[in-house]
């Protein structure tokens, strides 16, 4: 099997035969550079008589014949309707009689352009919506900004070229059929436009000799006709806005107070970070994310989330409305949780078996002397009990006897409220 | 040796001198006083290098025996406007230029115009065109060219305009 022949004219590697590694990315930046090699960091506008110079290029670079020992004129010019621009563009190979000396090639696009059927482009993006292409710093000589530039798809566009020549031998035929041949032995080949690959087809060839005509002046007349599947880049469309002008970089300094840390292992994990407080310090950071926060104490003291201290479901941060003094111990009693943990953002819960447990608090108003707490559900995991918003410690200050009864190994004065936290 | 008969055919109203003496004064009138010289490149076909495939010469190749001016009538057709590609590329092709010859100045002369061969015509003082013969014009069977019918005594020689590249005489 043979090699497959790589395509003309694409000079896509460089001078290398193979790009690898890092290389590879050089390369693409050299290509992108080259498209912007002008005067701004936005591609050149590529329009119609940029695509038709590319061709015109594209013929001269590639067709050159050579005859009687003069290489073919090709018209300088696309022929258009113009009379004089006519005249003007093969006045160097014309005759006493201004006509054109034969042999000549010349390059006629046909005046319609339709719409492109290149495949790589054959999925549009409605509206002319522009995206990003490039970020480009400024500098307006006091500060330091960026431009965001965006551009819209390129429109697809085919043009169709006859490229004619007309010559009076034979041999002149087959000189510019081999060069088309090889050229196009591939489906495509390409010419570079501003720095773009644009790819070419062979549409057809057609023989318009008029050497039927025994009695005039007889010459070959061969057009090849080609289809440049070309696009429209039009800086017209181009979109140039400033991105950001100034940074204001904030930096939160995170004092690192003494911490000391429990976790209770339960079916919910529930844990305990003690703090001390600096004295100017209003921001307290546990440095784990907590989903639920079941107590804020300074001292012992409960907190009220919102009154007393503000926090945000997920963050690791308790902030307080005013600063503790120094020394003040700052106890949070959290639920680092996971996601897929946690029910709902406020009270439910599914533990590590699966269950869906509900935070509950039983607030009790003392009116005897019984230290035994009946509560209203069984306590899956046990959280927190305050006596008149005042921690108490288990095993210090109360016991839990069961799975619904709480016994105070104290006598609290009548009327106290004991609010004891669990889940069910 | 060639066998010859003489023309005997309409011999009661018409004779070889009466032909010849029709041709003297028609060559009196051609020649003398509407004097339209041509000059004959015949194409040397020992010299002229040729394509080995196509049997087609280059610029300039083409080689001609020593050229041979004779007389005749020379009438050049107009030119016509002509683009090359569908109204694009245009030129202006001369007309095509067609002599009558008398055949006798011809054998004078001992030449013979050939198909493919070239004459060059004075258009005016520093200006010659050449042509190519088209049509030689050597079959003269038909009614106009026999004087009265008796025998042939012109060819109309057809020839269309040569460009640069193909010949210019030198």
Known sequence: MGIPKRKNNINVYGNKPVLYGSDVMDRRQELLDSITKADSFLPDSILHDDLDMGMLDFVKENFQIVTDGQKIPVVDKIMTIQRWGEFANNWSFSDDDGNPKLPLIAVIRKPDAQIGKNPSTIYNIPDRRTFYYASVPTWNGNQMGADVYKIPQPVAVDLTFDVTIVC????????????????????QAYTNIKGHYIPIILESIA???????????????????????????????????????????????????????????????????????????????????????FNVYINGELLTKDVNYLHISGTSKITTLGAPQANDIITIQYFKGKKSQKADNVTTFTNSYGKIVTLFTDSITITNNSPFMNLTHDIDTFVSLDINGLAQDETTNFIITNSKQVKLLGTPSISSIVNIKYLF | MENKLPITRLGKFFSQDDFDINIQMGEEYLHGDLNMKLVLYRVDKNKTGTDSVYA?????????????????????????????????LRYQEPGNMVISVYIKHLNELNIDVRYGDYIGYQDSEDKVRFYTVVNDGKITSDNKHKMFGFKPHYRTITCTIVQEGEFRGV
Do not use: C, H
């Not at chain 1, 041999?171 to 591939?186: C, E, G, I, T, W």
């Not at chain 1, 919910?268 to 784990?288: C, H, L, M, P, R």
């Not at chain 2, 190749?61 to 406007?81: A, S, T």
């Open chain 1, 207 to 293: 023989d318009n000799s008029p050497i039927e005509n025994i009695d005039s002046r007889r010459f070959y007349l061969q057009t090849y006709t080609f289809v440049m599947l070309g696009l429209l880049i039009d800086n017209e469309e181009f979109e140039v806005k400033p991105a950001i002008s100034r940074a204001l970089l904030m930096t939160e300094f995170i004092v690192d107070n003494p911490v000391q840390r429990t976790t209770k292992s339960g079916s919910v994990d529930i844990t305990t970070i003690n703090i001390k407080a600096n004295g100017t310090q209003t921001i307290f950071s546990v440095g784990e994310p907590m989903s639920i926060i």
């Open chain 1, 168 to 187: 009076t031998k034979f041999r002149d035929l087959n000189k510019f059929s081999k060069l088309v041949m090889q050229k196009f032995a591939s489906k």
């Open chain 2, 56 to 88: 087609e010469a280059g610029k300039d190749d083409i080689k001609y025996l020593p050229p041979i001016e004779f007389n005749g009538l020379v009438k050049i057709d107009e030119p016509k406007n002509a683009t090359y590609k569908n109204g694009i």
